[in-house]
C-alpha cells in the first residue's frame, strides 16, 4: 500500500504519521505540501496528521480547505481512495466538507492531552474485526463532535459512527467522554465505502510498545486487510 502524508504549515504530527506508516506499518510512504496540486502516484491512502494547521485561525482546518491540494484529496476520495484524518486531520475534513458535521471547542473549555479509551462502533476499512476498548492519547482544546438529529440518525443507520469513548472495559459511559461530543462520538465514517475516516485521538502515537502501547495500529493493519480484499465496483 502507498501512503501519503499532506503536510500543512503547522502541522505538528506529521513525523510521527510517517515514521509509523513507513517504518512500523511498512507502507511506502510520502509526503505531500498543502501547495501541491495532484497526488504522487500511486496512492492508496491519504492521511492529514494532527497539529494546528494555519495556527488554527478562523475555525480549525477552515483554511486549509481552500489550500491547493484539496482538489486532489476530494477527487481521490471520490473515487474510493482512503483518506484519514487524525485530530486536527478530523477538523480539516468536516471543514472542507469530506466528513459531515464540525469539531467545536470542548464542553469544559479545556485543552485535554491524555490516554482515553475508545471501542468500535461500526465495521469499516479501519475497524472491520476489532473489538473491544483501545487506548490511545488525544491532545485537543476542539475534539467535541456536533451532528444535528438527523445528521446523527443518518450516521447511525448507515453504520458510520466509527468509534465511542468508552471505559478500560469497553464500556461507553458518559465520564468516559472526554469533550461533550454528541453521542460520545470519537471517530467516524464517510466517502461511497466508508473510506474516509476522521477520529480525534492518535493512533500513531500509540503504536508501537516502545512508547507504552500498540492498540493504535490495530486501525492500520485493520486497513491493510481491507485493502488487500477484493473491492466492489
Given at each position: ?188 465514517y464517510g466517502g461511497p465505502r466508508k473510506n474516509v475516516f476522521g477520529l480525534m485521538p492518535h493512533p500513531e ?29
Amino acid at each position: 500500500m502507498h501512503a501519503t502524508v499532506v503536510v500543512f504549515p503547522g502541522s505538528n504530527a506529521d513525523a510521527e504519521m510517517i515514521h509509523v506508516l513507513r517504518d512500523v506499518v511498512g507502507m511506502t510512504t510520502v509526503v505531500a505540501w498543502h501547495k501541491d496540486t495532484d497526488l504522487p502516484e500511486p496512492t492508496d491512502l491519504v492521511a492529514i496528521p494532527g497539529g494546528f494547521a494555519y495556527g488554527d485561525y478562523l475555525r480549525c482546518g477552515a483554511i486549509c480547505k481552500v489550500s491547493p491540494i484539496m482538489p486532489a484529496i476530494r477527487r481521490h476520495a471520490d473515487r474510493g481512495g482512503y483518506v484519514l484524518g487524525v485530530c486536527n486531520g478530523f477538523q480539516i475534513l468536516t471543514e472542507a466538507g469530506l466528513l459531515p458535521g464540525a469539531l467545536t471547542r470542548n464542553e469544559h473549555l479545556r485543552f485535554e492531552c491524555r490516554d482515553v479509551f475508545v471501542t468500535p462502533n461500526a465495521s469499516g476499512p479501519f475497524t472491520q474485526g476489532l473489538t473491544g476498548a483501545l487506548r490511545l492519547p488525544i491532545a485537543h482544546a476542539e475534539g467535541r463532535y456536533q451532528a444535528d438529529p438527523q445528521l446523527l440518525q443518518k450516521l447511525a443507520s448507515e453504520g458510520r459512527i466509527a468509534l465511542k469513548y468508552c471505559d478500560a472495559a469497553g464500556k461507553v459511559i458518559p465520564s468516559a467522554n472526554p469533550n461533550g461530543s454528541v453521542d460520545d462520538i470519537a471517530g467516524i465514517y464517510g466517502g461511497p465505502r466508508k473510506n474516509v475516516f476522521g477520529l480525534m485521538p492518535h493512533p500513531e502515537r500509540m503504536s508501537e510498545a516502545l512508547v507504552g502501547g500498540a492498540d493504535g495500529r490495530k486501525l492500520f493493519d485493520a486497513l491493510l486487510r481491507t485493502a488487500a480484499l477484493p473491492r466492489a465496483s
